[in-house]
């Protein structure tokens, strides 16, 4: 199989559902952000500290629910869920985002200020995913009520905060000083 179709060549895509949309619908401009994220959150893993292994894992799981979203996005009937088990967010996923949270944030000096992003290469690049991520939360909601499955919105809500406390984590276990704003 060759990586080139040429069947994007005039500016349209496929989605799930065997439509044809231009590259620049607002559907795969979402599915689009979501890939950036997850690269993102690739050049974070491959910056952390190796005794980061936890967050690895983590970032590893999240790295696959991103793949899940893309295809949510990219399935505007809301059928390959149902055909495909990976395409299926588990109903726990938020929750495991909210614990994961909880978890991080008590190894982290409580939050009193806004802090600059930055810290160590990891750590800010774990700013960076979740400022992409929020970007990702904004093109999704923008596709209007019933676009997408809403635990999609809520997942990408959710990850953007677990990216931010896995940042403070990071840049705290590394030694490096959070700057207040």
């Not at 991103?66 to 929750?95: C, M, S």
């Not at 000096?109 to 992409?132: D, E, K, M, N, Q």
């Amino acid at each position: 199989m060759r990586i080139y179709t040429k069947t994007g060549d005039a500016g349209e895509t496929g989605l799930f559902d065997g439509t044809r949309v231009s590259k620049a619908d607002p559907r795969v401009d979402a599915y689009g952000e979501v890939d950036e994220l997850n690269a993102v959150l690739g050049l974070a893993r491959a910056s952390l500290a190796a005794p980061e292994a936890e967050i690895d894992r983590r970032l590893d799981e999240i790295q696959r629910e991103l793949f899940t979203v893309g295809a949510l996005l990219a399935d505007p009937r809301h059928r390959i869920a149902a055909r495909v088990e990976k395409a299926a967010l588990a109903p726990d996923v938020v929750a495991r985002l909210e614990g994961a949270i909880d978890a991080l944030e008590g190894g982290v000096p409580p939050l009193r200020r806004f802090i600059l992003p930055g810290g160590s290469a990891a750590g800010a690049l774990l700013h960076v995913a979740r400022t992409v991520c929020r970007r990702a939360e904004r093109r999704v909601v923008s596709l209007g009520e019933g676009a997408v499955d809403p635990v999609v919105i809520v997942y990408l809500n959710r990850l953007s905060d677990l990216l931010f406390v896995m940042a403070r984590a990071v840049n705290h276990r590394e030694g490096r000083a959070e700057i207040e704003w």
